[in-house]
């Protein structure tokens, strides 16, 4: 598909309409495949923020909430139908500006909005069956008393997303806070905004009522802190580093504001004996080399029984030699470009500190030679890797994979778990019991069986450790956007008798 000659220009997304930024001003847009700049997007700053959280205050209590928080769920899904039927429509536009901002190859960025559409559908219908979920018994142990629970929004809900899959990860926020009939802001990332500035379009031409959902884009010191920290904000949403999780929740504690957080991974595949070695090889590349890497949950530690690690590592370097590495607009590319100038630096140091350190780049470890400009690097095979070692330890967030080999079941599970990190893991094996025993022995949020990466709607997200805490997806992802209230009733005509009534007299 042709690129289009000019990126839409967009301001911030606020009260159902566009403003120009406060301050004015606007950040670079650049094309990570080509460096070119397309565009630009709006700098929100804490002027903006105020302006957000006001509008979505407004569209949370307006009248009496009777229009959208209080409001049955087959209104709510309505709107979250007619939002996925319009993602669908403009899914080859959408997937076009993906690529161009963020470097991913287009037919991955079209599956991602396949998968945005798929996650407003799924919510629209539990924000329909939420209504029937309500005043649900609770069973005591004495008669004169009943009791329920009412499910009801947080509030007004601050998101704040990365740029992997600037979309998507936006959606498995916004879906969901949505059909709970919470309010949102929604701050993505400052590397790849455009698919979420059209979001805002979207929830224009399909009506949503003004405030429901404010986008406001820019850097996370200027946007994203402001909105953690703002005291009408009732919970923050969060996916992207540790280090930014962490800043966060110290800021949300000043108020006791419920978070949830979808941190990073440093994920660990076993591979047993008992394979076959090309389909394995094909996931341990699915699971470190789609979207070059850049993925939270990425099986990026590669554990190999000892007495396959040699015919696996020559199947995985010839694997990896045959992976077409170009323009992401390119048909069939496999590998586009990393996201950022700073990405690909911070990559390129962590290949050579591991070189430092004495580990061996088996395959790769540099910019494709074909590729003059652009933020490629090469699918990337490091062995002779100590478990001291940074590349072990630390996440890459690139096309990077580090490996290990282990001779008994035991070992394989104390080096998948030797790691601060517990996103996901993953295991290859014939034996599915030892599958099993695997899958309980990890200590992470997500396990895969014979296969890593695959994500569905209906599947609960999140991790343990660093990664994080919550989860999203699934009920589970409604439920980060409700708040439980008990509802207790005293039913007897009877008068308690706690106390003794006083005299009459
Ligand atoms: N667990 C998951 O589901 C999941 C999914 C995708 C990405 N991730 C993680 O995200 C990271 C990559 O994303 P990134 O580089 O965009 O992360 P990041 O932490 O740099 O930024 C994430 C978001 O936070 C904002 N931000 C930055 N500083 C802030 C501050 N002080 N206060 C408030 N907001 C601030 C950014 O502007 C951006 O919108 C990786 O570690 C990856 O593993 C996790
Ligand atoms: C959840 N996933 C895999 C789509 C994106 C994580 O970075």
Redesign the pocket.
């Known amino acids: 598909m042709a690129a289009p000659s000019a990126i839409p220009r967009r301001g911030l997304f606020i009260g159902g309409g566009w403003r120009e930024p406060s301050l004015g001003r606007r950040l670079p847009v650049v094309n990570p495949a080509t460096e070119a700049t397309i565009g630009d997007i709006p700098a929100a700053t804490a002027e903006d923020v105020e302006l957000a959280v006001s509008a979505a205050r407004d569209a949370f209590g307006r009248d009496g909430g009777r229009h959208w928080s209080r409001a049955p769920g087959a209104v709510r899904a309505k709107y979250l139908k007619a939002i996925a039927a319009k993602i669908k429509d403009k899914k080859s536009y959408l997937a076009l500006l993906e690529t161009l901002d963020s470097g991913k190859p287009l037919d991955e960025a079209a599956g991602d909005m396949e998968d945005v559409a798929a996650c407003f559908e799924y919510y629209a219908d539990l924000a329909e069956a939420l209504d029937g979920k309500q005043r649900a018994p609770i069973s005591l142990p004495m008669e004169n008393f009943e009791s329920y629970v009412l499910k009801e929004p947080i509030g007004v809900v601050g998101l704040?997303?990365?740029?992997?899959?600037p979309l998507l990860?936006a959606t498995w926020k916004v879906a969901p806070a949505l059909a709970a009939g919470c309010t949102a802001v929604l701050?993505?990332?400052?590397?790849a905004s455009l698919t979420c500035l059209e979001l805002g379009g979207i929830c224009a031409e399909i009506g949503l009522p003004p405030g429901v959902l404010n986008i406001i884009t820019g850097?996370?010191?200027e946007?994203?802190?402001p909105?953690?920290s703002h005291p009408h904000v009732d919970k923050i949403a969060?996916?992207?580093?540790?280090?930014?999780?962490k800043?966060?929740m110290i800021?949300a504690s000043q108020m006791v504001k419920p978070v949830s957080l979808?941190?990073?991974?440093k994920s660990p595949l076993i591979v047993f004996d008992d394979v076959d070695i090309d389909k394995a090889v094909e996931w341990a590349m699915f699971g470190c080399f789609a979207n070059a890497g850049?993925?939270?949950?990425a099986t990026s530690r590669l554990l190999l029984h000892e007495k396959i690690a040699k015919r696996f590592l020559d199947r995985l370097v010839a694997w990896a030699k045959s992976i077409k590495i170009s323009d992401p607009l390119e048909e069939g590319c496999r590998l586009g470009s990393v996201v950022s100038e700073g990405q690909y630096q911070k990559i390129m140091k962590f290949i050579s500190t591991a070189r430092c350190e004495g580990a061996t780049i088996l395959y790769g470890g540099a910019r494709p030679q074909h590729l003059k400009r652009g933020f490629f690097i090469e699918p990337t095979i490091i062995t002779n890797v100590s478990t001291s070692m940074q590349i072990w330890r630390e996440?890459v967030?690139g096309p990077v994979i580090c490996v290990k080999e282990f001779r008994t079941e035991r070992e394989a599970v104390e080096l998948a778990n030797d790691t601060h990190y517990g996103?996901a893991g993953a295991v290859i094996s014939n034996d599915l019991e030892r599958c099993e025993r695997i899958s309980k022995a990890i200590q992470s949020g997500i396990v895969w069986i014979n296969c890593s990466q695959p994500c569905f709607v209906q599947a609960p997200?999140?991790?343990n450790k660093r990664?994080?805490f919550g989860r999203?997806l699934g009920q589970w992802g409604l439920d980060n956007y409700l708040s439980v209230k008990q509802v207790t009733k005293y039913c007897s005509d009877e008068p308690y008798g706690w106390y003794r009534p006083p005299s009459k007299l």
């Open positions: 704040i997303t990365p740029w992997n899959y990860m701050k993505p990332s400052e590397l850097l996370g010191t946007a994203g802190a909105l953690a969060f996916t992207g580093s540790t280090e930014t999780g800043r966060i800021t979808e941190l990073g991974g850049q993925v939270c949950s996440e967030f996103l997200w999140g991790g990664s994080g999203e």
